[in-house]
C-alpha cells in the first residue's frame, strides 16, 4: 500500500503563502492515479482543495482556484500546494491523499498536517 | 458543483444496534461515484465504500453501501464500540470532488 507524508511548516502570517509537500513511498507518483489535497478546518469538515495527475494535468476547487497552484515533482515522488494570500479561515488540517475525479479512491492518506495562520 | 446533504447530524445509538445514514446529492451522480469514510478524532478518513457499494480492503462486512443516483445510505447492521466516530459521504463523479458535512454515531 501507498503511503503518503505532508511535510512543511505549521504556522503561517496573515496574507503569506502556505507551501505543504506530500512524499509518496511504496508507489510511483507516475501511475494513473490522481493526486489530491484536502483540508479540515478544526471541529468542521473536508473540504477538497484540488488534484494533479503526474503529468502535470490540474483540477481545483473553484472556491480556491484564484489562490491554490498544485506541482508535481516525479524525481522525488512528490507533489506540492501553494496556498496564497492566507487568512485565519485557512487554518486547518492540510491532508494529502490519493483522490481523483472518475477515479475510485483508494483509501491512501497522509496523517494531516495542521497549519495555524496567525501573526 | 454536486452538493452532498448527509443526514442525521448525529446519530445515538448502542452497541449492536443497525445503523442507516443518508447521502443525498444535489443531481445524479454518474456512474454510482460515491464513497464513504469514517474519521476518528485525531485521524484522516478511512475509506470504508467506494462505487457506492463495494467495501473498501479490510473493511468488516458489517458496513454496506447502496444506492444509485442522488440517494445514497451506508448501513452498519450491528454497531461495535470501535464504530462509533464520524461518517463523511464523497463524490468522484466530476470536479470538484465534494464531501458531505458528516454524520456523527455517538453511543
Known amino acids: 500500500q501507498v503511503q503518503l507524508q505532508e511535510s512543511g511548516p505549521g504556522l503561517v502570517k496573515p496574507s503569506g503563502t502556505l507551501s505543504l509537500t506530500c512524499t509518496v513511498s511504496?508507489?510511483?507518483?507516475?501511475?494513473?492515479?490522481?493526486w489530491s489535497w484536502v483540508r479540515q478546518p478544526p471541529g468542521m469538515g473536508l473540504e477538497w482543495i484540488g488534484e494533479i495527475h503526474h503529468s502535470a494535468g490540474t483540477n481545483y476547487n473553484p472556491s480556491l482556484e484564484s489562490r491554490v497552484t498544485i506541482s508535481v515533482d516525479k524525481s522525488k515522488n512528490q507533489f506540492s500546494l501553494k496556498l496564497s494570500s492566507m487568512a485565519a479561515a485557512d487554518t486547518a488540517v492540510y491532508y494529502c491523499?490519493?483522490?481523483?475525479?472518475?477515479?475510485?479512491?483508494?483509501?491512501?492518506w497522509g496523517q494531516g498536517t495542521l497549519v495555524t495562520v496567525s501573526s | 458543483e454536486i452538493v452532498l446533504t448527509q443526514s442525521p447530524g448525529t446519530l445515538s445509538l448502542s452497541p449492536g444496534e443497525r445503523a442507516t445514514l443518508s447521502c443525498r446529492a444535489s443531481?445524479?451522480?454518474?456512474?454510482?461515484?460515491l464513497a464513504w469514510y469514517q474519521q476518528k478524532p485525531g485521524q484522516a478518513p478511512r475509506l470504508l465504500i467506494y462505487?457506492?457499494?463495494n467495501r473498501a480492503t479490510g473493511i468488516p462486512d458489517r458496513f454496506s453501501g447502496s444506492g444509485s443516483g442522488a440517494d445514497f445510505t451506508l448501513t452498519i447492521s450491528r454497531l461495535e464500540p470501535e464504530d462509533f466516530a464520524v461518517y463523511y459521504c464523497q463524490h468522484y463523479d466530476s470536479s470538484p470532488l465534494t464531501f458531505g458535512g458528516g454524520t456523527k454515531v455517538e453511543i
Open positions: 511504496g508507489g510511483s507518483i507516475s501511475s494513473s492515479n490522481w
Open positions: 443531481q445524479s451522480v454518474s456512474s454510482s461515484y
Open positions: 491523499a490519493r483522490l481523483g475525479v472518475a477515479v475510485p479512491p483508494t483509501g491512501d
Open positions: 462505487g457506492a457499494s
